[in-house]
């Protein structure tokens, strides 16, 4: 299998970057390597699920910008009866997935080479992200385990808040550096270390 190599590898500069006060950064943004991030479109949702659901370990959020987890494992709503699970690469997690959903079920599409994300966490993250995006990101409208789909600037992008202050970037892997320059440029007033 050919080694997959980060859309952000020219990019990732560690070090601080912006108005870092006390040396003490605002914000940590980094790449996030090594997923498997699988799209599940059912053609009948409760019997995609009922056959993934002891495989994947957690039911699937049938509510719009639900998340549901289990361990490592998260599965995120995209759409009516679509899905992007996503995990660390510990097991062959398309292979697992396509065994207990036919195609008469649901249609299956490996998206991890696909997909770069960049993690932004710290306190503020919710800011940063504020500036880029149309959405209402305050806690009560946007809490953790909860995922949407938005433009940041003109790039296309998956939200997935996986807690109060960090957030996962998922984009299409020829805009990566795009996304990662819109993102550390809108951060530069806070202050953000390159992890």
Same mark, same amino acid.
């Given at each position: 299998?050919?080694?997959?190599?980060?859309?952000?590898?020219?990019?990732?500069?560690?070090?601080?970057?912006?108005?870092?006060?006390?040396?003490? +950064?605002?914000?940590?943004?980094?790449? %996030?390597? !090594?997923?498997?991030?699988?799209?599940?479109? $059912?053609?009948?949702?409760?019997? /995609?699920?009922? /056959?993934?659901? +002891?495989?994947?370990?957690?039911?699937? =959020? *049938?509510?719009?910008?639900?998340?549901?987890?289990?361990?490592?494992?998260? %599965? #995120?709503?995209? &759409? =009516?009866?679509?899905?992007?699970? @996503?995990? +660390?690469?510990?097991?062959?997690?398309?292979?697992?997935?396509?065994?207990? @959903?036919? =195609?008469?079920?649901?249609?299956?599409?490996? #998206?991890?080479?696909?997909?770069?994300?960049?993690?932004?966490?710290?306190?503020?993250?919710?800011?940063?992200?504020?500036? *880029? @995006?149309?959405?209402?990101? !305050?806690? =009560? $409208?946007? +809490?953790?385990?909860?995922?949407?789909?938005?433009?940041? &600037?003109?790039?296309?992008?998956? #939200?997935? @808040?996986?807690?109060?202050?960090?957030? !996962?970037?998922? %984009?299409?892997?020829?805009?990566?550096?795009?996304?990662?320059?819109?993102?550390? !440029?809108?951060?530069?007033?806070?202050?953000?270390?390159?992890?």
């Amino acid at each position: 299998m050919p080694e997959r190599r980060s859309a952000l590898a020219e990019c990732l500069r560690p070090g601080l970057y912006g108005a870092v006060a006390a040396g003490s +950064p605002n914000l940590a943004i980094g790449e %996030v390597t !090594d997923l498997a991030m699988v799209q599940v479109a $059912a053609i009948d949702a409760a019997q /995609a699920w009922a /056959a993934l659901a +002891p495989a994947i370990g957690t039911s699937a =959020p *049938l509510a719009r910008h639900g998340v549901a987890s289990s361990g490592l494992t998260r %599965v #995120l709503w995209t &759409g =009516p009866g679509r899905w992007l699970v @996503c995990e +660390p690469e510990s097991r062959d997690l398309v292979g697992l997935i396509a065994e207990r @959903c036919t =195609p008469e079920i649901a249609a299956i599409t490996d #998206l991890s080479h696909a997909r770069t994300v960049i993690r932004i966490e710290g306190n503020a993250a919710r800011p940063v992200l504020a500036k *880029l @995006c149309t959405l209402d990101f !305050d806690p =009560p $409208a946007f +809490p953790a385990d909860t995922c949407a789909q938005t433009q940041l &600037g003109q790039i296309g992008a998956l #939200l997935d @808040c996986r807690a109060d202050d960090t957030f !996962d970037i998922a %984009v299409y892997r020829g805009f990566a550096v795009s996304a990662w320059e819109t993102v550390t !440029d809108a951060a530069l007033e806070f202050g953000y270390q390159v992890r």
